[in-house]
């Protein structure tokens, strides 16, 4: 699956031809630029437009050869436009094409990733609406605690997910940033003019401040915004397995016609999808310590960084693009059961109220520790002996009389955890994307 999508919209960001063709891009842009400014003829730079052809065959025929992408790229566009090539390049270093065309590229593939968690937003808001009021048991340490709701879970995530959504256009905006102001970065033989008419052109803003590069902090808080991201994904995967497991049996991945669960035992139907997000999730967050290590370069520049995100960018944007389709499809046909959710709720034989039963014996006047030591008891009662947690209370020797059964009951309700339900939802859901 993964090849499928490196061959898909995000992937073909990646392919050889949209980087040459984007560099091309740029040196266009800036040759016209200088047209403007008398540096070269108008005359020339039609016939470098005109002729100037990207062959990714013969750029890595060149690049075997010189060992150098850049110059074979300029190489290869030279042979095609004839003497007038010589006004390609002028005044540039590799690093003005390289950055600034990086830069077009990951803003290329941000709009898709912003796209995919509009789209995975979308699915948890509808998921969050469906099963707002569907009482399930809320978990700490694994362990029951209190009721909450699916719903409430859903509206958890689509909040972290809007604010991954706010993430990830900084990251884009982060990045948006391109330069072309020489070696040193000091526009010793090309204006400033070039540089702000290019990125004008690319919706790029001209780096302030550079020396031979755009500084590597811009593209390490891009990959970390990725990491978090997919570190959210992980954890909703991770709770969609939890959820899963036969002795839960909450909710379940899509499972489909003619899918086999096991090599050995036909009965299984295992959560391969949330597992695999899990997985890829790691190599993301791996992929963004690596950014951080290319952001100490020796003096204005080295090309340590280079190889490395050849690898860590295409890489991550594309399987981050890849877990963001596959856990908002997960979502749209995730299995829930309600049913099992209830019985879940009443499988501790009513424990999971002791909190409304200790504040009820607070109200009535006893102290903490004596009214927390009451309803310890019985709870411990409740599990070890498999006996009800109200017939435990009532009937402890240290249960004061004057509490009455309709007050004990009143205890009971599940329904009373989720009485400001309303409120959460409207915080969640009246913010904007």
């Known amino acids: 699956m993964i090849d499928r999508y490196c061959r898909s919209q995000m992937g ?83 690093s003005d094409i390289l950055d600034t065309a990086l830069s077009v590229l990951m803003r290329q593939a941000s709009d898709l990733l912003i796209d995919d968690i509009i789209a995975l937003l979308a699915v948890l808001k509808e998921k969050a609406e469906i099963y707002r009021e569907t009482l399930m048991i809320g978990r700490s340490h694994g362990m029951h605690g209190e009721p909450t709701t699916f719903g409430l879970k859903m509206a958890l995530w689509y909040a972290e997910t809007l604010r991954n959504l706010r993430r990830m256009r900084q990251a884009k905006q982060i990045i948006s940033f391109g330069k072309l102001s020489g070696a040193m970065g000091t526009y010793a033989h090309i204006s400033p003019f070039v540089e702000e008419e290019v990125c004008r052109r690319l919706h790029l803003t001209p780096e302030p401040v550079s020396n031979q590069i755009v500084q590597r902090d811009r593209h390490a808080q891009f990959m970390q ?16 397995r939890h959820l899963q497991r036969t002795e839960i049996g909450e909710v379940e991945e899509p499972f489909g016609e003619g899918q086999k669960g096991s090599s050995a035992m036909p009965h299984k139907r295992n959560p391969i999808g949330a597992e695999n997000i899990c997985g890829l999730a790691r190599l993301i967050r791996s992929n963004s310590t690596a950014a951080l290590e290319n952001v100490p370069l020796w003096h204005e520049r080295d090309i340590s960084h280079s190889s490395v995100e050849r690898v860590i960018i295409p890489d991550s944007t594309i399987l981050l693009d890849f877990i963001l389709h596959r856990f908002t499809e997960m979502m749209q046909k995730l299995s829930v059961y309600p049913n099992q959710m209830k019985k879940n709720v009443a499988w501790t034989q009513g424990v999971i109220f002791s909190q409304k039963v200790l504040l009820l014996l607070i109200e009535k006047g006893m102290e903490r520790e004596c009214a927390y030591g009451i309803v310890q008891d019985a709870a411990m009662q409740t599990l070890q002996q ?28 599940a329904r009373a955890f989720i009485r400001h339900l309303e409120t959460t939802y409207k915080r969640v859901f009246s913010e904007t994307e």
């Open 386 to 413: 498999g006996k009800s947690f109200r017939d435990a209370i009532l009937s402890h020797p240290k249960m004061p009389g004057d509490i009455s059964r309709q007050e004990l009951d009143a205890c009971f309700d």
């Open 225 to 240: 915004t990725l990491a978090l991201i997919a570190s959210s994904l992980e954890k909703f995967a991770l709770e969609i």
């Open 12 to 94: 073909a960001i990646w392919e050889p031809k949209r980087r040459y063709q984007t560099w091309l891009d740029i040196e266009l842009l800036a040759c016209e630029a200088m047209v403007q400014e008398g540096v070269v003829p108008p005359a020339v730079f039609k016939t470098i437009r005109e002729r100037a052809k990207v062959d990714v065959a013969r750029i890595d025929q060149l690049e075997k050869e010189v060992r150098h992408d850049v110059i074979a790229f300029l190489s290869s566009m030279t042979e095609k436009i004839g003497p007038e090539g010589r006004y390609l390049h002028w005044g540039m270093t590799s």
